[in-house]
């Protein structure tokens, strides 16, 4: 089980380990032992995920999130398999505690008086010099 606040945990059937073989630096270790970890987490189907908890994780997951609704962490960072497994539960409770913060709603503003003022000013004077720039009409043409 996954604690991700007081009110929301992960059960364990909604959590999906696979270990492989780790890619980069670490010698003979590489090559025999699988310490990279893919952590899976049927986000789409987990009963403590409110529906506007669940847009805001698949909007923070990006391409971590699957078609099916599970959402993929991979992590390979050390060499111990136990290390590994505890960074991508991390990474995981981190990105759901991010999507249970509601955004802010914007609040619409209006410009000021007097920046309207300042714009138009400001138009007015490009609209005069880009009016000088005409050809030059002498008085016998």
Do not use: H
Request: net charge positive; glycine share 8%; with cysteine.
């Amino acid at each position: 089980m996954l604690r991700i606040s007081d009110e929301i945990t992960i059960e364990d059937w909604e959590l999906t380990e696979q270990f492989m073989r780790a890619s980069g630096p670490g010698g003979q270790n590489v090559n025999k032992v699988a310490t990279a970890v893919e952590l899976r987490f049927e986000a789409a189907r987990s009963p403590g995920l409110t529906a506007p908890i669940k847009a805001r994780l698949k909007r923070l997951a990006g391409r971590r999130w699957t078609k099916d609704g599970a959402l993929v962490i991979q992590c390979d960072e050390t060499r111990s398999q136990a290390r590994n497994r505890e960074i991508a539960r991390e990474r995981l409770a981190d990105l759901i505690r991010k999507a249970l913060v509601a955004p802010k709603r914007r609040i619409k503003t209006k410009p000021t008086y007097g920046s309207q003022q300042r714009r138009l000013k400001a138009k007015k004077e490009r609209g005069e010099v880009k009016s000088m720039r005409g050809k030059v009409r002498g008085e016998d043409g």
